[in-house]
């Protein structure tokens, strides 16, 4: 064999043995990383019809995901930033439209809840995923994902990419109507206008 290429070889096997013993002491990354669940919480092929969520990064807690990751969610006891895909909301697609339909308004950028940012804390209540936060004068309904962490008013004000759908009724003092009929869309989880 040639020097040269037995000096090649020579430099691969360590340079593998170094990656295996790297492994084997500090582990590698977690393996459910870059994979896709359903909404049973079951490891799918993210091309999966059935996929709702890209495990994106194990975290400790929320303050770990970076900031565009939008989505903290918890899988096998374990968190970790990711991806809603095809919106995976944990409430019925008929919340959504029905809050729609009662005048609230869909926020989708912080400006739009810039009404809400002043530091007034609203009241929050929720139920299965569907949460509704209810200030002086407003309203801000949010969806979270199945199995997603409530970031919190705070953060969805912040930006409301943070849920699947944010919507609001500003002035609401003024359209009692249209808060009383997104508070039925369901029931036990608006706060009392």
Known sequence: MHPRLRAGVVVVIVAVTALLVFKILF????????????????????????????L?????????????????????????CGVAL????????????????????????????????????????????????TGDDWRIYYVLAKGQLDPGPSAVVANPARAVFVAYIDGAGARGKEVAAAARCVPGAAAPS
């Open 56 to 80: 994106v990064r194990k975290v400790d807690n929320a303050g770990d995901c970076p900031a565009d990751a939008r989505k903290l969610y918890q899988f096998r006891s374990e968190l970790f």
């Open 86 to 133: 095809h919106g995976a909301p944990a409430v019925s697609g008929e919340y959504v439209s029905c809050l729609l339909l009662a005048g609230a308004q869909l926020a989708s950028k912080s400006a739009d809840l810039a009404f809400a940012a002043n530091g007034s804390r609203g009241r929050t209540r929720s139920a299965r995923g569907a949460v509704t936060v």
């Open 27 to 54: 582990g590698g990354p977690d393996p459910e990383t870059g994979k896709c669940v359903d909404r049973g919480n079951g490891l799918v092929d993210c091309g999966a019809r059935a996929a709702v969520f890209k």
